[in-house]
């Protein structure tokens, strides 16, 4: 469950003071070393070797938490509904609204990414470069051609024979079946478990606490260090491509912002208007507090106080149903991020040409749901199950460092979007309590 006071804030400017530099000076020696040239000349192979390990370091602090941070979270989570399960109608609304709110979510974005094609936007003989440094990874791409599977078996696959292999297969890439698809699935399985022996598995959920815990204090001191990570990704990705690089995370960040706008201002609105009877210029006019402090921390665990506040003062919710809904919430549900994720997926596949199949979609829509369920409320949360969900459709885990330049930016906007999404949950859940004649 989240907890506030265990969340901290990130100041955004030591990260974008970092991108800043990285890209600035990756833009000057791509334009002295590089342009026009047959091939870079031979200092900027050898500075572009010292920056993009320090890079990787800081990917791969994000990386070692993943498979414990998703298989506590999600857990967890199934236990806080399974609990509340007990409160009746109210989890299974909160359920209900969630899953609407996410599955809008990531259809809107994969629509657009889909349309916009943003990651297409690469001049072919820059592509060509981008693949080249990613050569490395090319063998996973071919197996992953190879070994295209059709809906039935992706089904199949989702329940893991044994999770062990997929946890380690969800990183490595050499999983049997859906690697981390299969590890979600088992952390739900294992959390539907629990909430039938609550009483006998009270260690166990406090075990799953305390891995989350440890989890989110790893991803906190990696962000410590993404001044310098980041900003050595991008200056390894900017000096080998130069501007036409800029150019196309452009389009993508226009994609997500696109596809954000359109989540919080017509789904949310429409959701709002119509099950939670409010207007959404009430709506938002009210929220806005909360949403300055979601864009400003980038973190929902962190705006969860202000949120609690903004529900009951401003927009007069039940304190009983503001508080559940958010706090269950500020975790589960983070359609931005759900959002975010797809379109991430779509435009890296895009960019590294690999094509992915009507079932590998689908796995990418599964995926990004439940990893909007699973992904921490804090800075950057997101990152570490991009990357997973990556690997797991054959896209090199590295080529995440295109994105990584614009991400800090994206991050402060999809937060926005899922601390509304929790209040317009809120609001839809009180309205249909209230519609419900108390009992006496
Ligand atoms: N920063 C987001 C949040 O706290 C999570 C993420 O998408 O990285 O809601």
């Not at 506040?309 to 500020?330: C, H, I, Q, Y």
Request: glycine share 10%.
């Amino acid at each position: 469950m989240s907890n506030p006071d265990e969340s901290q804030s990130h100041s955004a400017t030591p990260i974008i003071i970092g991108l800043t530099i990285g890209l600035v000076l990756g833009l000057i020696v791509n334009f002295v070393g590089v342009a026009g040239r047959e091939s870079p000349v031979a200092w900027v192979t050898t500075v572009v070797a010292v920056a993009q390990p320090i890079g990787r370091i800081f990917l791969r602090l994000m990386m070692m938490v993943v498979v414990p941070m998703v298989f506590a979270a999600l857990a967890l989570a199934v236990v806080e509904i399974g609990d509340v399960r007990k409160l009746g109608r109210m989890g299974l609304r909160t359920l209900l609204f969630t899953g609407i709110f996410s599955s809008a979510a990531v259809l809107i974005g994969m629509g657009l990414v889909n349309v916009f094609q943003p990651g297409k936007s690469l001049p072919p003989e820059t592509q060509e470069r981008l693949l080249a440094n990613y050569s490395k990874q090319a063998t996973t791409i071919e197996a992953n051609a190879e070994k295209k599977k059709n809906i039935g078996e992706v089904l199949v696959d989702m329940i893991p024979e044994n999770p062990l292999q997929e946890m380690v297969g969800a990183v490595d890439g050499s999983s049997k079946g859906n690697g981390m698809l299969a590890v979600m699935v088992f952390s739900l399985i294992v959390g539907l478990a629990i909430t039938m022996r609550l009483d006998d598995c009270k260690p166990l959920i406090g075990v799953l606490e305390s891995i989350q815990t440890v989890t989110t204090v790893i991803i906190e001191f990696a962000l410590k260090l993404a001044p310098i990570g980041a900003g050595c990704l991008v200056f390894a990705i900017t000096a080998q491509l130069g501007f036409e690089i800029v150019r196309t995370l452009a389009w993508f960040a226009g994609t997500v912002v696109l596809g954000l706008a359109i989540q919080l201002f017509v789904t949310y609105s429409i959701v709002i208007w119509t099950f939670g009877g409010m207007s959404p210029w009430h709506f938002f006019t009210n929220a806005a507090e909360a949403m300055l402090t979601a864009f400003s921390t980038s973190s929902s665990n962190a705006t969860l106080p202000t949120a609690m506040r903004v529900a009951e003062d401003d927009l007069k919710l039940p304190p009983a149903v503001s508080r559940f809904v958010l706090t269950v919430g500020a975790t589960g549900n983070q359609n931005g991020t759900a959002l975010y994720e797809g379109v991430v997926i779509l435009f890296l596949a895009q960019v590294m040409r690999v094509e992915l199949t009507f079932a590998q979609q689908l796995q990418v829509v599964l995926m990004s749901i439940l990893a909007g369920i699973g992904t921490a409320g804090v800075p950057g949360g997101s990152i570490p199950l991009i990357v997973v969900v990556m690997k797991s459709v054959g896209i090199p885990a590295e080529s995440i460092g295109i994105i990584l330049g614009v991400d800090r930016l994206l991050d402060m906007c999809r937060t926005v979007v899922n601390v509304t999404g929790d209040l317009a949950v809120a609001t839809c859940v009180a309205k249909s309590e209230s519609a419900v004649p108390s009992q006496p």
